[in-house]
Every structure is written in C-alpha cells, then in structure tokens.
C-alpha cells in the first residue's frame, strides 16, 4: 500500500461565511446534459450502472476501495458510534466494512439510487449483518431525520456527487449528535505528473475491455467528477465554514484517495 500521511492540520479561525456556493463546485459536472437537474440525472446514471458499480469502482480504485473504507472506518473506532448514518451508501460496502469494525446498533443508508440500494440490501441480507440496517430513498439535502439523531455520518466517494453541497453538509451537520462525528472518503484523481498519465491510460485500457458495461458519458462524468471536486486544505476550509473540525486526515495510495474525519464543533 503506497504512501501514507498522517498527520494533524492546524485548525484556522472558523468563519461564519460560508466557503462554497452550489454554482461553483458541483452543479456543473453534469452526467448527459448541462441543462437539466443533476440529481435526477444521477438517478438514471447510478440506477443504470448499479449492476455494474462494484467493479468499475474496484477498477477506478486501483482495486483499493476496500482497503481505503477499512482503515478510514477504523478512525471512528475510538468513539465507539452506536448509531449511524452513511450518506450515499449505494451498494453497502460502508455498511459491510462499518458492521465488521465497529458494530454500530443501527446504521441508515440514504441514497437518491433506489437501484444500488436494491443491490445493497441483497449484499447485506447474505452478509448477515450484526448491526440492524435500514435503507431509505432520500436527498442528502433533505434529510427527514430529527437533529442530532446519529453518533456519526459518514459518505464514502459519494461528496462529489452531491448537487447541492451546502445544503447537504447543512443537512449533515444538523444531524449528527454534538461532539459526533463525520468521516468522508473521496478519491482524487491525480493532479498531475506521470501518475495522472498512468492513471488515463490505465483507465482508457480498462475502457476497452469493458465496452458495454459503461457508455462513454458515464464513465466520463464518474472520472471527470473526480478532478473537479475540492481535495485537501480547500475542502477542509469548506467543512471548517459548515462547523466541523478537522481531527484526522489520511492520504492513501500516492494520495489517489483521501479520508477526513471531522467533529461537529457546534
Ligand atoms: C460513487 S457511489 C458511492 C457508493 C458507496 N458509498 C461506496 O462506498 O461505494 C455514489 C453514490 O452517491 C449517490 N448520490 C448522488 N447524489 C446523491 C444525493 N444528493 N443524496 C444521496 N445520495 C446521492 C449515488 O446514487 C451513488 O449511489
């Protein structure tokens, strides 16, 4: 497993004004078309690929997801959650990994994807799982829970999805207890250099041989979202300003993939 960087990020003075505005980050990575609402759009896009998602993430992944999800869970182990929320949870994987290390009383998914949850569900049920589990159609923006209703959130390679950020990280912060926990995991791709040509070309020979599987306005949103989205000190500005504090941050494998773990501070 490649490089990794641990280390404690000097908290700055956090500002009530609010880092992002929804126009500038997310709504312009857009999967088919630049004028019609993203999230319904993700609907079709994940709904579609859900057969497939568990792969193409293994691949886009460098076959490090399941690795990456392990040891950025294992950050919450000390606080012990009982009850959590994973936003984005699609296919499960979080709920698998979070039920092995943690054993959490309940974990909630949330997902706007009916169609990975249905493959979620499935891969829970053959688990069997501890940890009581319950799968919800729902907007990271709009969610129906009481405040400060879970021990911690978590989203794994789900933030750079979200269309309407600020909203989503307001909705997060409402929800998780006071002193609770959010823990992201997001994949970068890399920026520049000869491990960004590494990576193009390794993806466009995956291509090849996955004809079929993805169209190529698929595969380019899942890839090109991953450019486009704030990475280090300019995302943990953004969640400092939406009342989190940084606690543990994680670079994996040459920095291809991040794990932040914050606490609300309000
Ligand atoms: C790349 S998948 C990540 C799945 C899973 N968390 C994992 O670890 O593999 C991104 C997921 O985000 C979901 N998603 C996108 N926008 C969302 C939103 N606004 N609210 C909730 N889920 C959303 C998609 O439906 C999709 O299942």
New binding site residues.
């Given amino acids: 497993m490649g490089n990794l960087v641990d280390y404690q990020q000097q908290q700055t003075e956090n500002s009530n004004n609010k880092m992002i505005s929804d126009e500038l980050l997310n709504d312009q990575i857009k999967p088919y078309s630049p004028d019609e609402d993203k999230?319904a759009q993700?609907?079709t896009l994940?709904d579609k690929i859900s057969a497939h998602?568990d792969s193409f993430?293994n691949v886009i992944s460098w076959g490090m997801?399941h690795i990456w999800?392990r040891k950025a869970v294992s950050f919450l182990k000390p606080f012990s959650p009982k009850k959590m929320l994973?936003?984005?949870?699609?296919?499960a994987?979080?709920m698998v990994v979070m039920d092995k290390i943690l054993k959490p009383e309940k974990i909630t998914g949330?997902?706007?994807?009916a169609g990975?949850m249905e493959i979620g569900k499935q891969k829970v049920a053959k688990k069997q799982l501890q940890t009581q589990t319950d799968f919800l159609v729902?907007?990271?923006?709009a969610l129906t829970f009481e405040d400060q209703s879970f021990d911690a959130v978590t989203?794994?390679?789900?933030i750079r999805?979200?269309?309407?950020l600020s909203q989503?990280l307001r909705e997060i912060n409402r929800v998780i207890k006071s002193g609770g926990h959010f823990l992201i995991?997001e994949v970068n791709q890399p920026e520049k250099g000869i491990m960004q040509m590494l990576y193009k070309l390794y993806i466009r020979i995956y291509m090849l041989f996955v004809t079929g599987l993805l169209d190529e306005s698929d595969y380019k949103y899942?890839t090109n979202s991953m450019s486009a989205f704030p990475r280090g000190k300019k995302l943990i500005q953004i969640l400092q300003s939406y009342d989190f504090k940084l606690i543990k941050l994680k670079r994996f494998t040459f920095d291809v993939c991040s794990a932040y773990l914050l606490r609300k501070i309000n």
């Fill in positions: 999230t993700l609907i994940f998602y993430n997801a999800r994973d936003i984005a949870t699609g296919t994987d979080m949330i997902d706007i994807s990975m729902q907007d990271a923006a989203i794994a390679f789900g999805n979200l269309e309407k989503s995991i899942l």
